[in-house]
């Protein structure tokens, strides 16, 4: 008998061990066949939240992760061959909420499941209702130029645009304003008197809906009773400002509009004043708190050989207004009908200035040549006969006619230095009264500062003084309003500064 060696026995115990082993490896093989790897399938398809229409390139992926793929022009995807699981499938679309749907894949199965994604919008919320601030509810005497506050805002932190309308108890205007989150409006140009109803509208930038406020009410300011109109310059245009005693100024016209040669009635409740419309100039109407502004004349201009010299005068009735066009004298109805020629000038001089009486008996007319000059001044009757030859065959400028109550005197201004030039400068431009009865002349700007001039001169209701503009005679200085005596004897006493920077003044 051999008896093996230890190193032979050695030998075999590793040859056994291989062997044992490769047994047990192929042993397990062949009992766990497939159990890691079942899989199944996961379609579905991404449509529009309430319209189903499909949505193309929406990102679908997994979680746990195993594949991420886009839908197909018709909404749909398809994910094969996925590992038994329960999932949470997600579906991304730029524009759209981000969508979940828990699925759970079986062996062998298809499992479908439907996103109705909704835009990113659609939890967005509109703005809060604004909350009128001020002016308080009921508030009275409001300036009419005031400022609107509310407060408002969005939970969502969107951009939010105000809508302001008002309405008045008077009639049908709306006024309407925007802003972008402003909580406040300033507001110009409201009128006297009115009750003003507003209201405040929300909108953000994705909800449709305007969310409105409630319906708040204020009463404007009562207008002044200025007897006082006036006309200043404002960035090249003549503005129509009226003014108490007390030098409360009140603007009647718009800066952006040339509006001139106020005169007021205080029987028609109006004031009327020249201003353009296109090329032409006019005559206008408005109220004394300057609204209702209504053009007057239209087939029939006004027209001569300086606008800003030209006048117009009412009726005493307040039922006409006369006017010049080149040589003749127009008369207009204050609706605007009745249009007719009065009169027109013999020797075809230019009319620029007319004054009537209170009883309509007697007219005072200016006429001068096309530069201005040769001046005449003369009243004519009902019949257009020449009554008076006030002034005539005199060099210089002249104007500023205004006929007292009685019949019995004239005003008027007029160059005393003679001089004539290009620019219708004056010089020593003088204040006069002449008395028809008497026929006497008298100066009552005899002590008026020299080098300047004293011009659009006007009877106060009174009579016992004068109303007029005094400036420089350098025609760039400022203009002022000043006041005086009619009585010769009293003139130049006290010359009273009543307003600065003003011209053209009327006082009724």
């Not at 996961?42 to 679908?60: D, F, M, R």
């Not at 029939?300 to 800003?308: C, I, R, T």
Request: charged content about 20%; overall charge negative.
């Amino acid at each position: 008998m051999v008896i093996p060696t230890n190193t032979e026995r050695m030998n075999q115990y590793i040859k056994y061990i291989i062997v044992m082993g490769l047994t047990t490896i192929l042993l397990g093989c062949s009992e766990d066949p497939i159990e890691n790897f079942d899989k199944g399938t996961l379609t579905g398809i991404a449509v529009i939240s309430g319209s189903n229409l499909p949505l193309e390139n929406v990102k679908i992926s997994t979680n746990p992760g195993f594949s991420t793929v886009f839908t197909d022009e018709n909404g749909e995807f398809i994910i094969e061959e996925i590992p038994v699981e329960q999932y949470s499938v997600q579906a991304e679309l730029e524009g759209y909420l981000t969508a979940f749907e828990g699925v759970e894949v079986t062996t062998g199965a298809t499992v479908n499941v439907v996103f109705e994604m909704d835009v990113e919008t659609a939890n967005n919320r509109p703005p809060t209702t604004p909350v009128l601030v001020t002016p308080t509810d009921n508030a009275i005497d409001i300036p009419l130029d005031t400022q609107l506050v509310w407060t408002g805002s969005d939970p969502d932190e969107d951009d939010i645009t105000y809508s302001i309308e008002l309405r008045n108890n008077f009639d049908d205007e709306v006024l309407s304003f925007s802003t972008v989150n402003d909580t406040m409006v300033d507001i110009t140009g409201l009128r006297f008197g009115l009750k003003y109803f507003w209201q405040v509208g929300a909108k953000d930038t994705v909800n449709e809906d305007v969310i409105q406020s409630e319906v708040s009410v204020f009463e404007t300011i009562i207008a002044p009773e200025n007897r006082h109109v006036f006309v200043r310059k404002d960035g090249g245009n003549n503005v129509i400002f009226s003014t108490d005693t007390e030098g409360n100024v009140l603007q009647l016209t718009s800066s952006t509009i040339n509006s001139y040669r106020p005169r007021q009635n205080p029987v028609a409740d109006k004031i009327a004043y020249l201003s353009n419309n296109g090329s032409e100039t006019h005559i206008f109407t408005m109220d004394f708190d300057g609204s209702n502004k209504q053009q007057i004349t239209s087939l029939v201009a006004v027209n001569g050989f300086d606008l800003e010299e030209i006048d117009i005068v009412w009726t005493q009735n307040g039922g006409r207004i006369l006017y010049p066009n080149f040589d003749s004298l127009y008369s207009i109805n204050v609706d605007g009908t009745g249009l007719q020629e009065v009169y027109q000038t013999t020797d075809g001089s230019l009319i620029t200035e007319v004054s009537i009486s209170a009883d309509e008996s007697l007219t005072a007319i200016k006429t001068n040549d096309v530069s201005g000059y040769n001046v005449s001044i003369f009243t004519i009757d009902n019949s257009g006969v020449v009554i008076d030859d006030i002034l005539s065959g005199v060099n210089g400028a002249a104007g500023g006619l205004d006929i007292s109550v009685d019949n019995q005197s004239v005003l008027y201004w007029y160059d005393v230095s003679g001089f004539e030039s290009a620019n219708y400068r004056q010089l020593d431009s003088r204040i006069f009264l002449y008395n028809r009865i008497t026929m006497i002349t008298d100066d009552l700007s005899d002590s008026k500062i020299a080098g300047t001039n004293d011009f659009d001169c006007r009877f106060t209701p009174n009579e016992a003084e004068i109303i007029f503009t005094n400036t420089s005679n350098d025609g760039v200085s400022q203009h002022n309003i000043l006041i005086t005596d009619t009585n010769p004897l009293d003139v130049g006493v006290d010359r009273e500064l009543f307003l600065e920077n003003a011209q053209m003044p009327d006082f009724e």
